[in-house]
């Protein structure tokens, strides 16, 4: 099946081209049918592909070369077929299958219904060009592909005020983590002229040094923290929910801010060769881990709540491969689209059942009305607080773990991270408490009710996953670890600890996980008039993370403003200097034709008589000048 490998890109290009050309002349569930078909079909054959590998029958990554593109850079259309790309290829067609399916019932009475899906085959599309891409030229075309795509699905609908802005702000922030990411290019063609993974990731030491690998890595870093939304660039996400909430899901969970942590992994001999870069990617992971956990804690915004903590839970996977835990750090990235999908979803459901509504104040007591998304939301928000045997537990914990064992400044590291993690619990707890229990406060005329089965049926699935995915990879069965090896066999990978500490470690982590969820319960289940006494008490800092530690306001005053106003200025210099002087030159030169133009009468006799003048004039002159 290796053979029909390109077939998991092809199939929902396929779909995305098909339904641009025909779309609009198809009834509204065909075009949604059509979509799910080709990412259905794309999973299954990334299934086939992948059986050989799962049973060991092939060791070493298969290279499938489809056709030449720049041969001399070393930039053919080529497919690298490893446990890496085969985890990936099956998280985005897997996981985007059913969010396809769901959209049916989402989107339903949408009038651009067939265009959504064109976008949504598309994103697919271009993220799995960019995993299974086989050199680094291909890996920036899906880079670029997903981020042109994210900006179709946040500003889809576009008549309304905040869908663009909120599309332009992440397509621009995204370009200048893509600078970084271009210069990083331009220094692995000067040291290893090509782009082929198996000539730069292959013992890169024995052509670059220390220091080299360090530019290069700090240049990934920052191409990184634009698509998976890190410090300073992680800005753009929260505004991204704009779009529509299955769009929503798929960026957050199996698509466009895994990319990030994907191209660390995927460049781990790089970072291998450099502590400074691997360092500074744990450092960003946990300042914008914490950071994004303390503004989700005071957010009211039912899908804005889960931006950032999907914003902290990329903080935990930057943490990962940070610290050398490569194959924890994609490993929580598998569990974290299961749990975020569903999250995700499940707003979704309780947006749609309350007719648009995002506003959590004016929710409560929808467990009662919504069974189904009650309980699959409850295993959804336990998984990412880190209940144990949930899939949460187990890949963060691992992070953590593998954190403490390396020592040092990652100790420190470790600390914040359960600081973190505790907020984590804290901040789900709330949510699910002010979503789905205590009292009613529906506006009036609301009538909650549980989603059509497109849309449920896709959140019992991704329960079930949130629910045992973790259990791939415990301190008990390493097998998703296993599987990844022979990736990561070639740099120094760390691991969690063995014996009695990794089992202190799980036990402290078990301990804040629940005190996090204890005390958002008791909090919330309290005295409604006490906890309005206490906001209000610490109301100015309430006010200072809910906007964001003023980083969005900072950005406004310090880049935004400042920018505008020499682009004014530029502006207003065109606009008087060059075209002025231009406009001038045109002004001079017509206004000489217009004068000259009086001598052009168009009669003979007029030009007789100049001509006659001219030459008395001269010979007047040339005897006046001999007589001298």
Do not use: C
Not at 58 to 76: F, K, Q, R, T, V
Not at 525 to 533: D, I, L, N, V
Request: no cysteine; glycine share 10%; aromatic share 12%.
């Amino acid at each position: 099946m290796t053979d029909y490998v390109w077939l998991i890109i092809a199939l929902p290009l396929l779909g995305a081209v098909v339904l641009h050309l025909v779309g609009s002349r198809l009834k509204e569930p065909l075009a949604g049918y059509i979509a799910s078909v080709m990412s259905i079909g794309a999973f299954g054959v990334a299934v086939a592909a992948a059986i050989p590998v799962f049973k060991g029958d092939i060791g070493e990554a298969e290279i499938i070369h489809l056709w030449d593109w720049m041969p001399s850079l070393g930039a053919s259309f080529t497919i690298q077929w490893d446990p890496l790309s085969i985890a990936m290829a099956l998280l985005v067609t897997g996981v985007g299958s059913l969010i396809h399916v769901y959209s049916i019932g989402y989107m339903h009475g949408d009038e651009r219904f067939s265009r959504y899906f064109t976008y949504l085959n598309f994103f697919a599309a271009s993220m799995l060009i960019l995993v299974l891409a086989g050199n680094f030229a291909m890996v920036f075309l899906g880079w670029e592909l997903v981020g042109l795509s994210s900006y179709l699905l946040i500003g889809f609908w576009f008549t309304h005020d905040l869908p663009p802005a909120a599309a332009k702000k992440a397509f621009v922030l995204n370009r200048v983590g893509d600078f970084g990411f271009l210069i990083a290019l331009m220094l692995i063609f000067k040291h290893f002229g090509t782009f082929d993974f198996g000539v730069v990731l292959n013992n890169p030491a024995a052509q670059i040094a220390g220091g080299t690998a360090t530019a290069i890595g700090l240049l990934l870093l920052l191409g990184a923290t634009g698509k998976s939304a890190q410090m300073p660039l992680f800005v753009w996400l929260p505004d991204a929910m704009a779009g529509p909430t299955p769009a929503s899901a798929l960026i957050h969970a199996a698509t466009m801010v895994t990319a990030g942590v994907y191209m660390v992994a995927r460049t781990a001999p790089i970072f291998d060769l450099s502590t400074t870069a691997l360092t500074t990617v744990a450092l960003v992971g946990v300042v914008t881990a914490f950071i994004a956990a303390t503004i989700a804690v005071v957010q009211n915004d039912i899908k804005k709540v889960l931006a950032y903590s999907t914003i902290s839970q990329l903080g935990y996977m930057f943490i990962g491969v940070g610290s050398a835990a490569y194959s924890a750090g994609i490993f929580h990235l598998v569990t974290h689209a299961f749990f975020k999908a569903l999250l995700f979803l499940g707003a979704g459901s309780v947006i749609h059942s309350m007719g648009g509504e995002q506003d959590m104040r004016k929710m409560g007591g929808l467990f009662k009305k919504m069974k189904v998304t009650g309980w699959t939301m409850a295993v959804a928000t336990l998984a990412i607080a880190g209940i144990p045997p949930l899939a949460g537990f187990w890949s963060k914990d691992e992070i953590l773990a593998a954190a403490f064992a390396r020592g040092g400044v990652y100790q420190a590291i470790w600390a914040l991270g359960l600081v973190t993690a505790l907020l984590t619990a804290f901040y789900m707890t709330r949510w699910f408490f002010m979503v789905f229990l205590g009292e009613p406060n529906w506006d009036e005329g609301i009538e909650p009710h549980e989603s059509p089965q497109s849309m449920s049926v896709p959140l019992v699935i991704l329960a079930v996953l949130a629910a045992v995915g973790g259990l791939m990879n415990t301190p008990f069965f390493t097998g998703f670890s296993n599987f990844l090896h022979p990736v990561f066999a070639a740099v120094h990978e760390q691991h969690a600890p063995d014996g009695t500490l990794e089992y202190l470690l799980l036990a402290i982590s078990i301990v804040v996980a629940v005190a996090g969820v204890a005390a958002g319960w008791l909090f919330y289940r309290g005295s409604a008039e006490a906890r309005a006494h206490l906001l209000e008490r610490y109301a100015l800092r309430m006010n200072f993370f809910e906007n964001g530690w003023n980083i969005n306001s900072g950005y406004e005053r310090f880049v935004v403003k400042p920018l505008g106003t020499l682009a004014e200025g530029a502006a207003g210099f065109d606009n008087k200097v060059i075209d002025g002087a231009v406009n001038g030159v045109a002004s001079v030169v017509g206004w000489t034709g217009a004068k000259l133009q009086l001598v052009q009468t168009g009669f003979v006799r007029s030009y007789g008589v100049g001509i006659l003048s001219g030459t008395i004039g001269l010979v007047v002159w040339i005897l006046m000048s001999r007589g001298r």
